[in-house]
């Protein structure tokens, strides 16, 4: 059934329809309305659920752990300031292999305080062991989220499905609800390969040496293979039962492009109705959406970029002494491959500020008329400020 | 289509152990030991009756509306009537006073008994061994009855001597109807009865009748209580209209009052006042209290002194009356200002002349309620002689193979229906140890027996039920741990209209429900007690609380539990503590 709801209520809608177990989270701005929809579910009875009151975000994520290890589907919401203080645990909970699923709404972190979208949060989170999804619309987060606990309780990793504040978690968009009985069919109930007995207690999580421990951490990254391999699979099943497909990369208009555009989460949608009307005038533009950045789809990309001279990438975040991340990752996967496009790296966006399409296509222009860019990190619409502190 | 991947081939190589950890017995690393202690609440210090309240609470909780109401029987055979007329210090002792509002314990107590009225039910009492011994009673007013009932649970033969023709004393012959109907007094009184008691009413006892009840009796409990007011020495108190509240009061209860038409004023400031002017007006005049003091010196109970303001009685603070004389049809009333001037031993405020103009208040009658005193001079107790001990309710003097028990008003030097029950509980155990064990065993046998050792005295701790168990540490407000209770305003009680209470004797206070009570009754911390909550089950990282089906529900596994401690950091109402663990010798 179709509903005019928000993002944070697709992401909420979707939590229900997966009948997890128990939910633990600590409200924080724009997350908050994701878990305050879970708590009314909880308590009406619309979900049956343990939703737990904890006194932190790092608190939300221990519980989860210890539920997890249980052998219980879970589920946590955070943002910004509250998944950094989740950072030791969100280690854990990979090295412990417990496919826990996160809702992290994209916030920037203070100061300056502000709690409008960027990326930076989630992307400081980058190697953890965490697999992560970047969603554009309410569909494909209420889609998505459902992925992620088939995804995660496959691989026993944790997922992260991640979407921008307010231009996704508070815009309201016509979402197709899924029936349960579909749903059902799409998600069975968790079967944990393994998980806390006490009528045979094991010890979780104990001492090991260097004899071991490098096997282990192979261990995780032979699971996040496994996710990349096992993503496509997902989308079938997927489709088959709702009839929409997502995809870790969508590349638009990218087979003849001579510039393609790479964009993440809501900008993603902006850029396809320029994309559109550049083409109307005879321009040789395509797009590259990223959705999945953890695990990198590699060969995908490649694929995608190969036509293209130029790749302009869209940071809605930055890695100071570096550049934007996500032109980090195209750089590296593309270093290898002889006679590859050149990469632009645009930051644009940051703590909220709107990317709008006459942003995108400054940076189309700009990545037309240069040969080479002047640096890695082009920020578009940076306004003049006095750099040096008044006294008053 | 895409190749599928098995689940079960997706590398999962982690840290954990092959064996069960149970062979390691953390309970070596221990040098803390949690136990669990049930502990004492302070409103059952607070209790003149010693009612085991936060246990009531807990089981009305649970809809044990019986198991509750038979708790308060072990201390208390009269439910009914302490939950409308007891001035309730257990709640100003409430370790939830401090954190939002005292649990509304009287409101719950007046509930159980109805619920019990309602419900017919047979109170199932433990009661000791009949016992050859046969103990009469003077007096069935709240003190006589209740020792009755307590001598009858110890085994004792026990006969009443009323001189009224009803039994109930001050409960039946002076609190009014409004605060207490009849049916439950009477439903009470029956339920004493039919435990064994036998009240024979309408004999009034002369002293030589009671000496001679002594020689055909092991023992006797003398409760004739005060029955006659202490005359005002004001001049001219013989004056036609003047009256004695006391009477008045009796008179109403007889149904021989009448009506009133006029101005009534009431000298004095304690509980009978505030009746005969709450009663004047419900008869249809109009009442002024004239108090010395201030309206916070008076002993009355502040909940009734307010509820006569609400029903129309005027208070009229600092004026001494100074004489009395008639007027025409009426009565002219001489009174002189009063101002406070420093603070008496008691806390109530010192009062000295202000000035020496008088005042004149025109009035059609007066009553005089200053106070109660003993009708014959032989109910009071003897001085102190080496056969005579003076106990906290009562006085015990012995007499060859046996001993007399001096209770009630009496005795008590707070004069409350709560302390009566005392009165009538202490003497009862006074006299069980006094014929079983000899005048050498009571003081230490009753020291033995009180609540928390500061409180008063309880049956059930003396006939060693489950409670003996207790440590008599009295929780404190910062004992409890009130990260789990949240904020909930206390019960409000409701009453019957204003514009009603002055037209009629029905009762001000009106009926809660099941569900009400449950939800005020879940308020209580149950101080020092295990409800089963389960938060050291929960909590404890070694899983070592394990459930049995002890009285606790639940023990300890000290061959895990590490003595961290999180059970009794946890445990809301401190039903657990922490001790150091003994050292083994040699080590």
């Given at each position: 059934?179709?509903?005019?709801?928000?993002?944070?209520q697709?992401?909420?809608?979707?939590?229900?329809?997966?009948?997890?177990?128990v939910?633990?989270?600590?409200?924080?701005?724009?997350?908050?309305?994701?878990?305050?929809?879970?708590?009314?579910?909880?308590?009406?009875g619309?979900l049956?659920?343990?939703?737990?009151?904890?006194?932190?975000e790092?608190?939300?994520l221990?519980?989860?752990?210890?539920?997890?290890?249980g052998g219980?589907?879970?589920?946590?919401?955070?943002?910004?300031?509250?998944?950094?203080?989740?950072?030791?645990?969100l280690?854990?909970a990979?090295?412990?292999?417990l496919?826990?699923?996160?809702?992290?709404?994209?916030?920037?972190l203070?100061?300056g305080?502000?709690i409008?979208?960027?990326q930076?949060?989630s992307l400081?989170q980058?190697?953890?062991?965490?697999?992560?999804?970047?969603?554009?619309d309410?569909?494909?987060?209420?889609?998505?989220t459902?992925?992620a606990?088939?995804?995660?309780?496959?691989v026993?990793?944790?997922?992260?499905?991640v979407?921008?504040?307010?231009?996704l978690?508070?815009?309201?968009?016509?979402?197709?609800?899924p029936?349960?009985?579909?749903?059902?069919?799409f998600?069975?109930?968790f079967?944990?390969?393994?998980?806390?007995?006490?009528?045979?207690?094991?010890?979780?999580?104990?001492?090991?040496?260097?004899d071991?421990y490098?096997?282990?951490?192979?261990?995780?990254?032979?699971?996040?293979?496994?996710?990349?391999?096992?993503?496509?699979?997902?989308e079938?099943r997927f489709a088959g039962?709702?009839?929409?497909?997502?995809?870790?990369?969508?590349?638009?208009?990218?087979d003849?492009?001579?510039?393609?555009?790479?964009?993440?989460?809501?900008?993603?949608?902006?850029?396809?109705e320029?994309?559109?009307?550049?083409?109307?005038?005879?321009?040789?533009v395509g797009?590259?959406?990223?959705?999945?950045?953890?695990?990198?789809?590699?060969?995908?990309?490649?694929?995608?970029?190969?036509?293209?001279?130029?790749?302009?990438?869209?940071?809605r975040?930055?890695?100071?002494?570096?550049?934007?991340?996500?032109?980090?990752?195209?750089?590296?996967t593309?270093?290898?491959?002889?006679?590859?496009?050149t990469?632009?790296?645009?930051i644009?966006?940051?703590?909220?500020?709107?990317?709008t399409k006459?942003?995108?296509e400054?940076?189309?222009?700009?990545?037309?008329?240069?040969e080479?860019?002047?640096?890695?990190d082009i920020?578009?619409g940076?306004k003049?400020?006095?750099?040096?502190?008044?006294?008053? | 289509?895409?190749?599928k991947?098995?689940?079960?081939?997706?590398?999962?190589?982690?840290?954990?152990?092959?064996l069960?950890?149970?062979?390691?017995?953390?309970?070596?690393?221990r040098?803390?030991?949690?136990?669990?202690e049930?502990k004492?609440?302070?409103?059952?210090?607070?209790?003149p009756a010693?009612?085991?309240?936060?246990r009531?609470?807990?089981?009305?909780?649970?809809g044990?509306?019986?198991?509750?109401?038979?708790?308060i029987?072990?201390?208390?055979?009269?439910?009914?009537?302490?939950g409308?007329?007891c001035?309730h210090?257990?709640?100003?002792?409430c370790?939830?006073g401090?954190f939002?509002?005292?649990?509304?314990?009287?409101?719950?107590?007046?509930f159980?008994?109805?619920?019990?009225?309602?419900?017919?039910?047979?109170?199932v009492?433990?009661?000791?061994a009949?016992?050859?011994e046969?103990?009469?009673?003077?007096?069935?007013?709240p003190?006589?009855?209740?020792a009755?009932?307590?001598?009858t649970?110890?085994?004792?033969?026990?006969?009443?001597?009323?001189?009224?023709?009803?039994?109930?004393?001050?409960?039946?012959?002076g609190i009014?109807l409004y605060?207490?109907?009849l049916?439950?007094?009477?439903e009470?009184?029956?339920?004493?009865?039919?435990?064994?008691?036998?009240?024979?009413t309408?004999?009034?006892?002369?002293?030589?009748?009671?000496?001679?009840?002594?020689?055909?009796y092991d023992?006797?409990?003398?409760?004739?209580?005060?029955?006659?007011?202490?005359?005002?020495g004001i001049?001219?108190e013989?004056?036609?209209?003047?009256?004695?509240?006391?009477?008045?009061?009796?008179?109403?209860r007889?149904g021989?009052?009448?009506?009133?038409?006029?101005?009534a004023?009431?000298?004095g400031?304690?509980n009978?006042?505030?009746?005969v002017?709450?009663?004047?007006?419900?008869?249809?005049g109009?009442?002024m209290?004239?108090?010395?003091?201030?309206?916070?010196?008076m002993?009355?109970?502040?909940?009734e002194?307010a509820?006569?303001?609400?029903e129309?009685?005027?208070?009229?603070?600092?004026?001494?009356p100074?004489?009395?004389?008639?007027?025409?049809?009426?009565?002219?009333?001489?009174?002189?200002?009063?101002?406070?001037?420093g603070?008496?031993a008691?806390g109530?405020?010192?009062v000295e002349?202000?000035g020496?103009?008088?005042e004149e208040?025109?009035?059609d009658?007066?009553?005089t309620?200053?106070?109660?005193r003993?009708?014959?001079?032989?109910?009071?107790?003897?001085?102190?002689?080496?056969?005579?001990?003076?106990?906290?309710?009562?006085?015990?003097?012995?007499?060859?193979?046996?001993?007399f028990?001096?209770?009630?008003?009496?005795?008590?030097?707070?004069?409350?229906?709560?302390?009566a029950?005392?009165?009538?509980k202490?003497?009862a155990?006074?006299?069980?140890?006094?014929?079983a064990?000899?005048?050498?065993?009571?003081p230490?046998?009753?020291?033995?027996?009180?609540?928390?050792?500061?409180?008063?005295?309880?049956?059930?701790?003396?006939?060693?039920?489950?409670?003996?168990?207790?440590?008599?540490?009295?929780?404190?407000?910062?004992e409890?741990?009130?990260?789990?209770?949240?904020?909930?305003?206390?019960l409000?009680?409701?009453?019957?209209?204003?514009?009603?209470?002055?037209?009629?004797?029905?009762?001000?206070?009106?009926?809660?429900?099941?569900?009400?009570?449950?939800?005020?009754?879940?308020?209580?911390?149950?101080?020092?007690?295990?409800?089963?909550?389960?938060?050291c089950?929960?909590?404890?990282?070694d899983?070592?609380?394990?459930k049995?089906?002890g009285?606790?529900g639940r023990?300890?596994d000290y061959?895990y539990?590490?003595?961290?401690?999180?059970?009794?950091v946890?445990?809301?109402?401190?039903?657990?503590?922490?001790?150091?663990?003994?050292h083994?010798?040699g080590?």
């Amino acid at each position: 059934m179709k509903k005019v709801i928000e993002g944070s209520q697709a992401v909420a809608e979707a939590v229900r329809l997966a009948r997890v177990n128990v939910i633990s989270a600590y409200p924080i701005t724009p997350q908050t309305h994701i878990v305050e929809t879970l708590s009314g579910f909880c308590s009406d009875g619309t979900l049956d659920a343990r939703f737990l009151k904890v006194e932190s975000e790092h608190s939300a994520l221990a519980a989860l752990i210890g539920a997890s290890s249980g052998g219980v589907r879970t589920f946590t919401a955070t943002s910004s300031q509250g998944l950094a203080l989740m950072h030791e645990l969100l280690h854990w909970a990979s090295g412990a292999r417990l496919p826990i699923v996160m809702a992290e709404v994209n916030r920037a972190l203070g100061p300056g305080w502000n709690i409008w979208t960027d990326q930076t949060d989630s992307l400081a989170q980058r190697d953890t062991g965490w697999i992560q999804l970047y969603c554009e619309d309410g569909q494909e987060t209420l889609d998505t989220t459902l992925q992620a606990f088939y995804l995660a309780e496959r691989v026993n990793l944790p997922v992260m499905v991640v979407l921008d504040a307010f231009f996704l978690s508070h815009t309201y968009e016509p979402v197709d609800i899924p029936d349960q009985e579909a749903v059902d069919r799409f998600l069975p109930p968790f079967s944990p390969r393994f998980q806390l007995d006490t009528k045979n207690p094991c010890a979780f999580g104990s001492l090991v040496t260097p004899d071991a421990y490098m096997e282990m951490r192979r261990s995780i990254a032979a699971g996040m293979e496994a996710a990349l391999e096992m993503l496509p699979e997902v989308e079938e099943r997927f489709a088959g039962i709702f009839g929409r497909r997502w995809a870790a990369i969508q590349p638009v208009r990218c087979d003849d492009a001579e510039i393609i555009l790479v964009t993440s989460g809501t900008v993603t949608s902006t850029c396809r109705e320029l994309v559109d009307n550049l083409r109307e005038k005879g321009e040789k533009v395509g797009l590259l959406k990223v959705k999945l950045f953890r695990p990198f789809p590699v060969e995908d990309i490649r694929r995608a970029l190969a036509p293209a001279r130029k790749i302009a990438v869209i940071d809605r975040n930055f890695s100071f002494g570096a550049s934007g991340i996500f032109a980090q990752e195209i750089r590296a996967t593309l270093c290898d491959t002889p006679g590859h496009p050149t990469v632009f790296g645009f930051i644009a966006g940051i703590g909220g500020r709107d990317v709008t399409k006459d942003v995108l296509e400054e940076i189309y222009q700009k990545t037309k008329q240069s040969e080479r860019p002047e640096r890695e990190d082009i920020w578009i619409g940076l306004k003049e400020v006095p750099h040096a502190l008044e006294h008053p | 289509m895409h190749k599928k991947i098995d689940t079960e081939a997706v590398s999962l190589y982690i840290p954990r152990s092959y064996l069960t950890t149970e062979g390691n017995r953390t309970g070596s690393w221990r040098f803390l030991r949690p136990r669990y202690e049930e502990k004492t609440a302070p409103c059952s210090v607070a209790c003149p009756a010693a009612e085991d309240i936060g246990r009531i609470e807990m089981l009305t909780t649970q809809g044990l509306f019986k198991d509750a109401w038979e708790t308060i029987l072990r201390e208390n055979p009269f439910p009914g009537v302490c939950g409308r007329v007891c001035f309730h210090p257990c709640e100003d002792a409430c370790n939830r006073g401090s954190f939002d509002e005292a649990i509304a314990i009287h409101v719950l107590e007046r509930f159980l008994a109805n619920r019990a009225m309602r419900g017919s039910y047979e109170p199932v009492m433990e009661r000791a061994a009949i016992r050859k011994e046969r103990i009469a009673v003077i007096g069935a007013g709240p003190a006589g009855l209740s020792a009755a009932y307590f001598l009858t649970l110890l085994g004792y033969r026990t006969d009443v001597f009323e001189a009224a023709d009803e039994a109930g004393g001050v409960l039946r012959w002076g609190i009014p109807l409004y605060r207490l109907p009849l049916a439950i007094l009477r439903e009470e009184i029956r339920r004493i009865e039919e435990l064994g008691v036998r009240i024979q009413t309408g004999r009034t006892l002369s002293e030589q009748d009671v000496s001679d009840l002594a020689g055909e009796y092991d023992a006797l409990f003398i409760a004739c209580g005060h029955g006659r007011s202490v005359e005002s020495g004001i001049p001219g108190e013989k004056s036609t209209g003047v009256r004695d509240g006391l009477s008045f009061l009796r008179e109403v209860r007889e149904g021989k009052a009448g009506t009133i038409s006029g101005r009534a004023a009431v000298i004095g400031g304690g509980n009978a006042a505030i009746d005969v002017a709450r009663s004047v007006i419900r008869l249809g005049g109009e009442a002024m209290i004239i108090y010395r003091r201030r309206r916070q010196d008076m002993p009355a109970f502040s909940e009734e002194i307010a509820m006569a303001l609400d029903e129309g009685v005027k208070l009229r603070e600092l004026l001494a009356p100074v004489a009395i004389r008639s007027d025409g049809g009426g009565l002219v009333l001489e009174v002189r200002p009063m101002k406070i001037a420093g603070i008496d031993a008691d806390g109530r405020g010192h009062v000295e002349r202000e000035g020496t103009q008088t005042e004149e208040i025109r009035i059609d009658f007066l009553f005089t309620a200053v106070g109660e005193r003993a009708a014959e001079t032989w109910y009071e107790p003897p001085d102190t002689g080496a056969a005579v001990l003076r106990l906290s309710h009562c006085v015990l003097t012995q007499k060859p193979g046996g001993g007399f028990v001096y209770g009630g008003d009496l005795t008590n030097g707070t004069k409350s229906v709560a302390h009566a029950v005392a009165s009538g509980k202490e003497g009862a155990m006074a006299l069980g140890t006094l014929l079983a064990e000899g005048m050498e065993a009571v003081p230490p046998r009753l020291a033995s027996c009180r609540v928390g050792q500061d409180g008063a005295p309880s049956m059930e701790i003396y006939m060693r039920g489950s409670r003996s168990d207790r440590s008599p540490h009295v929780v404190t407000s910062d004992e409890i741990n009130t990260a789990y209770f949240q904020f909930d305003p206390r019960l409000k009680q409701p009453r019957l209209l204003t514009e009603e209470r002055t037209r009629t004797f029905g009762e001000v206070n009106l009926n809660i429900s099941a569900n009400l009570a449950i939800r005020e009754a879940e308020r209580c911390f149950n101080c020092g007690l295990c409800n089963q909550c389960d938060n050291c089950y929960l909590f404890c990282p070694d899983l070592a609380v394990k459930k049995d089906s002890g009285p606790l529900g639940r023990h300890i596994d000290y061959d895990y539990c590490k003595g961290c401690g999180v059970c009794a950091v946890e445990c809301p109402r401190n039903a657990l503590i922490l001790e150091e663990e003994a050292h083994e010798e040699g080590h």
